[in-house]
């Protein structure tokens, strides 16, 4: 891991960014071969060339697409939603203001849909990245969340990360290529004038790899001139931009009471470490000047003990209440320390420019302390595996079945070559057969053909039997469509409905589990980016909404629920005392009233102090853990079949209101049902509360 701690230049940026491409280089071009191949393109051009050249088509049978649909289909069939989980009981409602900002940032963002572009790229090669960046277009004080998918040729690590999430590398690059002047100016609009003098921009790979590597420069990187005659060509920039680890001296307040250590953040007017200095000095003058005060107020209580006070009266004085000792404080409680931390940096610059377009602290330093690229990765190795083979660490699943792809491509066409063969197999005549020879030649393997042999001939023109179809590449092609599963690890029988079979979710959920034990990594990983993007997100959204935003996102029906009003005494106007119900004889209550004078619908002062906690970007550390929910219909099946056989074995265990939050119904739907369960166990209490009817004696002794 390489810190840097001097200034960073745009050359030394070059040159780890050549370092960078380098050891990433072959695993750009595998990468890229690998989506041409699962997208139909999986025979070598020259082979392709020499069969057409003999009239031979070859045939592509693509197996390995469907079983990424498959895989693909499962995963958008069973997205998760994002939740905030509680640390304790305290912090439930925190979790709960949390998931509810979650799922709007979602929305808005479509996470659930750029998760899934980047696990379908992910699985085919072997990487895909997710990027989060706060759009402030159209709100300056909201900004709008925006996650992009990152494709695998985009992000240059450091050379030698070991870390799924890059978090041991010391600097990651994003390269953006084929950016117009126009993209460049709306990025960096206070470079407009240093922008418009580049001639040009583009980064010259072929002069980062070595003579011998020249020849397979990858095709992502190739010029194109699509400039035509007699117009004028437009500057086109490669953008590199550099997140890195930078050393910072930093100044941190120590509580040697309560062990919390905290950065002095700096202000306009006082850096972090005169900010610190500033805190303790003013923490020791408080105790200081508590004690003078204390002295002085103490000293003036013993003159009043020697000589009284009197009034105009001449009556003496009530004597005064001896002043209160101030707390016991520790004048050295807080103490000051320095150490240099890495912070995230952020650096951009283009090829033609000496001076950087950037350089100054991520957006999203420091409640995020880490990359705000997030990788995913579908199978990756920490093997010691260095040089040519270290790409080999990052595989997707078109990798591993080219071979056997290729082998039943090719039996195919065989088979069609073989059968294109053997349908003209021709005719056994003797010499001089036939009445129209030309005739046979050209429609003799044709059907309804007529034709004519001539009369008296001892031996009449039989047709040739056709050869039968070559059963060794039947065999070798159906065995390579069968090896192509196996690789792949994906039984697709068990996905299938069964006959006869369970078709509860439960039985789904558990077939699809059996039928994909091979490709869990893919799923796990996916869960692990998920995880790492969630956090991300959470640390964030304190730049997303602000108090009065996130209130109108969580509804008054939520705030209600959640923040129950303040009730208040009723003082009664005629006696100035608390009223009492005249019924009960208990003391009434009202909810406490706002700024406004009337009542109010909800504690605004504790729902102002949770959503301030929940934006401060400090939730994650102590309070809640954020992670997945259920949302696929499977699941959600399963989950309710569990539920309802647990309330049937512990019936006192389950409350109608568990149970129904463990259905698979709408919201809305679960919400009035629990309302309605609640309010007849009210009414049935209310009922057994009530004292029975007395019988009363009839008038009429007889009637009795």
Known sequence: MAYKDKKLTVESSLKDFERA????????????????????????????????????????????????????????????????????????TKAAVATALFKDSIKKSDFGYKKSEAFEDGIVCGESHLELYLDDTYNIVNLKPCWKKIDSSQVFPEPGWKEYDYSDAGFLYKLTVGLSTGDMIGLFPDKEKKIEKVKDGKIDFKAMVSEAERSVQPRDYGKTDDTKPGEAEECVFDLIERYYKKLVST??????????????????????????????????????????????????????????????????????????????????????????????????????????????????????????IIPYFAHYSTAPIDGEDSHLKVQGLVYGVKGVQDKHNKAETLKVLHLQSSVNSGWLTEEDSWVDPTKVQALGAQSGANLEYKKGLA?????????????????????????????????????????????????????????????????????????????????????????????????ESFLIKNFPPVMEPVMDEMTGEIARDPMSGQPQTAPRKGPDGQPQKYDTEMADFTIAEVLSGDLGQYDVTVGESVASETMLMAQQAEVQEMAQLLPMAFTPDMIIEGSNIPKTMKSRAISNAQAFQASQQQMQAMPAPQKTAPDNPLAA
């Open 21 to 92: 491409y380098r050891a990433k280089r072959k695993l750009i071009e595998r990468q890229k071969d690998d989506h041409l191949f699962r997208l139909g393109k999986q025979w070598d051009p020259e082979i392709a060339a020499q069969l057409k050249a003999k009239n031979i088509l070859p045939v592509t049978d693509n197996r390995i697409q469907p079983n990424i649909f498959l895989i693909t289909g499962l995963e958008r069939q069973n997205r998760s939603d994002l939740k905030a989980f509680p640390e304790g009981e305290e912090d439930t």
């Open 459 to 555: 031996n009449i023109p039989q047709r040739l039997t056709a050869v039968p179809l070559s059963q060794a590449h039947t065999q070798i092609a159906a065995e390579s469509a069968e090896a192509i599963k196996a690789i792949l690890g994906i039984n697709a029988d068990l996905l299938a409905a069964q006959e006869g079979g369970q078709s509860s979710g439960r039985a789904i959920a558990l077939r699809q589990r059996q039928s994909l034990v091979m490709v869990q990594k893919l799923f796990d990983n996916l869960s692990r980016t998920t995880q790492i993007c969630a956090r991300f997100l959470l640390s964030q959204l304190g730049e997303i909404y602000d108090t009065e935003s996130a209130k109108k996102v969580l509804g």
């Open 251 to 372: 100044s941190y307040i120590a509580d040697r009471k309560t062990g919390e250590v905290k950065e002095s953040q700096a202000s306009e007017e006082m850096d972090g470490e005169e900010q610190a200095t500033s805190f303790v000095q003013n923490y020791q003058n408080t105790i200081i000047q508590a004690d003078e005060q204390y002295q002085s107020d103490l000293m003036t209580y013993q003159m009043g003990q020697v000589s009284p006070q009197i009034d105009e009266m001449g009556q003496p004085l009530p004597p005064a209440p001896a002043p209160l000792e101030p707390p016991q404080q520790d004048p050295e409680r807080f103490y000051v320390f320095k150490r240099k931390v890495p912070e995230i940096w952020y650096f951009a610059h283009v090829a033609g420019m000496a001076e950087p377009l950037a350089d100054e602290r991520a957006a999203s330093y420091p409640k995020w302390k880490s990359w705000p």
